[in-house]
């Protein structure tokens, strides 16, 4: 295959792969309403009774007590917690990128489109290193900081 084909099969690549990960996001989003919206008072409470009596008749005297059974209900809720964290801390960095990245894009097309318009052609920019960022947007937030972030909002 030759080089310009292979790098048109990688950019069409490329492209189906945020063309699935924005349906992801979405799919995602959908899934997360729907869990809270299905979660009325009655069902938890129904829930939580059915969850008690079976720990009740499964529970085998001196291994596993009642106290043990909150602490891993507890452990797994955090679990949960922290991915659903670092799943919206890693969507907010790509979110960002993409964002960075179609800035990039529009000014290098506008100064493409003013250059045309005064009829100076200049040869394009080499790529020089990008503006030095604070170190607050450099920094990947903690689990806990961004389901801080997610539960503001």
């Known amino acids: ?27 995602w989003g959908v ?14 409470v129904v829930v939580g009774l059915a969850g008690g009596f079976v720990a009740g ?24 917690a922290s991915g659903q964290a670092a799943f919206a801390a890693a969507m907010a960095a790509h979110a960002a990128d993409t964002a960075d990245e179609a800035a990039e894009t529009a000014d290098a097309a506008a100064d493409t489109a003013a250059d045309t318009a005064t009829g100076q052609a200049t040869p394009p920019p ?4 990008a503006a030095p960022r604070a170190a607050d947007e ?16």
């Open 138 to 153: 450099l920094r990947v937030p903690q689990p806990a900081e961004a389901a801080t972030d997610v539960s503001e909002r």
């Open 1 to 27: 295959m030759k080089f310009g084909a292979l790098q048109r099969r990688v950019k069409r690549c490329e492209q189906v792969v945020a063309v699935r990960m924005a349906e992801t996001q979405d799919n």
């Open 126 to 129: 080499a790529s020089a290193p």
């Open 57 to 80: 008749k499964l529970e085998v005297p001196g291994k596993v007590n009642g106290a043990r059974w909150l602490q891993m209900i507890g452990s797994v809720s955090n679990l949960m």
């Open 31 to 44: 899934l997360s309403q729907v869990w809270r919206r299905g979660w009325s008072p009655l069902r938890i």
